[in-house]
């Protein structure tokens, strides 16, 4: 086992990092890990959950490596994204069991071609990875709003922007997310907005 970074700081892991250095990912994997899954753990009360959205934090940074700049600590940005990846998945299966819902009261009504249109979960699926590839600010922006609910004053008032940087934020996620949907674009908006 490599100990050669046990004794850096995270501030000397971040460059290494940036450069690919394995090591240091090893490093800080290792350092966070179980910090991480005890959070993700409290919020969502399933070890498997837990789990994968230590590894979806870890994946990300590692994919986002070379781009990675760091307004506050490692250590807070690792527990932001844990506390996103959680709300996320919450947000998720909230809206699921509200469509489930929605099926239910209506299905007496479904024709044929209702009933044939996407299923939520294929949807998910093929929005999931277009909403995570969003800018990053982006993407927590877009999350805030479609995903939790919150209006455009509290996301500014929460991270500190005006509402027109919100706006313009939600337009460009908007816009990324109709264009890598476009062929399910009547579908996509009907649930962004059936849902808020």
Not at 111 to 129: G, I
Not at 154 to 180: C, D, M, N
């Amino acid at each position: 086992m490599n100990t050669l970074y046990k004794t850096y700081q995270d501030e000397q892991l971040l460059p290494l990092l940036r450069d690919s250095n394995e090591g240091a990912f090893t490093e800080i994997y290792q350092r966070y890990w179980d910090k991480l899954l005890v959070t993700a753990m409290h919020r969502l009360g399933n070890m498997d959950e837990a789990r994968e959205v230590v590894q979806d934090v870890f994946f990300n940074l590692w994919k986002r490596r070379d781009t990675l700049r760091l307004d506050y600590s490692l250590n807070t940005y690792l527990a932001v994204a844990v506390k996103y990846e959680v709300l996320n998945r919450l947000a998720v299966k909230h809206r699921q069991q509200r469509y489930r819902l929605h099926l239910a009261r209506n299905w007496e009504e479904a024709t044929p071609d209702t009933e044939n249109l996407l299923s939520f979960n294929e949807l998910q699926k093929q929005l999931a990875p277009l909403v995570k590839a969003l800018p990053e600010k982006c993407r927590i922006i877009f999350q805030m709003s479609r995903e939790k609910g919150y209006p455009r004053k509290k996301i500014a008032s929460e991270l500190g922007i005006a509402e027109k940087t919100v706006e313009a934020h939600l337009s460009t996620a908007l816009r990324k997310l109709r264009s890598g949907l476009s062929h399910l674009l009547t579908l996509l908006l009907t649930l962004i907005f059936l849902f808020r």
